[in-house]
């Protein structure tokens, strides 16, 4: 398996977003958009995918909401490419992943074919620094991006904060499996013979 990594530039004239990933890192991170909850939830995505990722995302029009859609659009795209076609992978893959008293569960089929379900169930108008529309819309633009298949819920919790940790956190999980190389798999994972 050739090596899988990627990086990836996005500008626009509302933000300028930089990716670089290697899918079969060891879980360094170095991120920084200016939004202190979305550094964290990358930052835990990157640790418990195990993969290496750094982040560097500036806002040129100062709208929060712009910055949080392009960050998640170029790290699915990078993580995307950084998959290539996806030979040998073990491609499906599951994780519930706890945080006190939240639950949370994610499903990922590594297909090349976008799909994803997401019920984070928060409450509260915002969590930290970022309303919870912008949050949202963070995951939603993350899994579109991904080029994956991907249900993710949160079962149950109290703490909104909690919540979306454990749903970031489930997600990284399952997604580590998924995308793990598979000794027994000789080429792509489909009975179609593509993804």
């Known amino acids: 398996m050739k090596k899988r990594s990627s990086k990836i530039k996005r500008e626009t004239k509302e933000t300028s977003v930089s990716v670089t990933t290697n899918i079969d890192g060891t879980g360094k991170t170095s991120v920084s958009t200016g939004v ?88 509260r108008t915002k969590i930290e620094d970022v309303s919870k529309e912008d949050l949202e819309h963070f995951f939603q633009s993350l899994l579109q991006n991904l080029n994956s298949c991907i249900h993710l819920t949160v079962k149950y919790g109290d703490n909104d904060h909690h919540k979306v940790e454990a749903a970031m956190k489930s997600l990284a999980v399952a997604f580590r499996i998924a995308c793990s190389k598979d000794s027994k798999q000789k080429g792509i994972p489909s009975t179609k013979g593509a993804m």
Do not use: C, Q, W
């Open 36 to 123: 202190n909850f979305v550094d964290h939830l990358i930052t835990a995505f990157g640790k418990h995918a195990m993969l290496d990722l750094t982040v560097k995302a500036k806002s040129k029009d100062n709208i929060v909401h712009h910055l949080i859609e392009d960050t998640a659009i170029t790290i699915g795209n990078a993580i995307d490419e950084a998959l290539g076609n996806r030979i040998g992978v073990t491609r499906f893959s599951y994780a519930s992943v706890p945080m006190d008293e939240s639950l949370a569960e994610a499903s990922v089929d590594l297909v090349k074919r976008p799909f994803y379900k997401l019920t984070l169930s928060i409450k």
